[in-house]
């Protein structure tokens, strides 16, 4: 498994760093069939955590990526309670597509409870009976 933890508030270049540590770890396993959907979910879940995640200062959103057989399960894990919410887009809004993307692009996706406060959002690519 592969982890990076981003800190609280998060810099836009945060996400390009976790990117770059998917598409490195995709590689290393012999995923890389799933980079360009994979890359856009994680940075789709970084971006939700990091617009809706209210957290206390000192808090920070931790990143996790693990082969699934021949696919693999991306984690975003923060220090909120709030589920993370799909929102019909209204025509001409410039976001509240990212939950419709990613269950576009992912076989599964969903979110629960994590050790220690808030909860965690995943996605798998590739393996559609494997769970949270």
Wanted: glycine letters at 14%.
């Amino acid at each position: 498994m592969v982890r990076a933890s981003l800190s609280k508030p998060m810099h836009p270049r945060c996400v390009s760093l976790a990117r770059a540590e998917l598409r490195t770890a995709l590689a290393g396993w012999g995923l890389s069939e799933w980079e360009e959907s994979a890359v856009l979910v994680l940075s789709e879940l970084l971006t939700n955590a990091g617009q809706h995640a209210r957290v206390s200062p000192g808090r920070e959103i931790e990143t996790r990526f693990r082969p699934l057989g021949g696919g693999v399960r991306i984690e975003v894990h923060d220090a909120s309670d709030v589920p993370p919410e799909v929102r019909e887009p209204e025509s001409g809004a410039c976001g509240g597509r990212g939950l419709v993307l990613v269950g576009a692009l992912a076989d599964r996706w969903g979110y629960g409870a994590r050790c220690g406060p808030g909860k965690v959002v995943w996605a798998e690519f590739g393996s559609v009976t494997l769970g949270s």
